[in-house]
């Protein structure tokens, strides 16, 4: 099983949206069983909240479904899950810092948009202080790049719908 697990800062609008799309889209082509997909925030801003009403609107119109309460990334993380991907630079940072507290100085974390060769290095912008063209301009930004990613780990680990 893949064990994929999304970071943004307070788990209630990059990341729980990026989850929801890689589900959906294991389970268009019947792969669900061979991913467990989560997400996480670096801070402890939104613990136990439900995500941002606009990231739900914007997951309701292409039909995602969003089950998750936020959370904080913690020790076990580090050693659960194959791929820690990060929405920018400052989560980024946060979880390579964060991994050697830890003991896990040797995982490595991924930047979600350097899946995609044109936007390597970039990131996802946090939508949180904006209005909903924000959250259409990151779905738009996460689903090519977890169409990128998937098809990079589905080559990586011979995995085949």
């Known amino acids: 099983m893949i064990r994929v697990l999304f970071v943004c800062l307070g788990n209630i609008c990059r990341s729980p949206l990026a ?50 309460r936020s959370r904080q990334v913690n020790r076990t993380d580090f050693r659960d899950f194959d791929y820690i991907l990060a929405m920018d630079d400052n989560n980024l940072r946060n979880l390579n810092n964060l991994k050697i507290r830890y003991g896990f100085a040797d995982k490595e974390i991924h930047l979600m948009r350097n899946f995609v060769a044109k936007t390597q290095g970039m990131s996802v912008p946090d939508p949180y202080y904006g209005g909903e ?29």
Do not use: W
Not at 135 to 161: G, M, N, P
């Open 19 to 68: 989850e929801a799309i890689l589900n959906s889209k294991v389970e268009l082509v019947g792969m669900q069983s061979q991913f467990k997909c989560d997400s996480a925030g670096t801070s402890d801003f939104h613990i136990g909240e439900l995500p941002d009403e606009r990231t739900i609107k914007c997951a309701s119109k292409y039909n995602l479904p969003l089950n998750h």
């Open 133 to 161: 063209e924000g959250f259409e301009e990151i779905y738009q930004i996460l689903d090519e790049a977890i169409d990128s990613f998937l098809a990079q780990v589905k080559a990586t680990h011979q995995l085949y719908a």
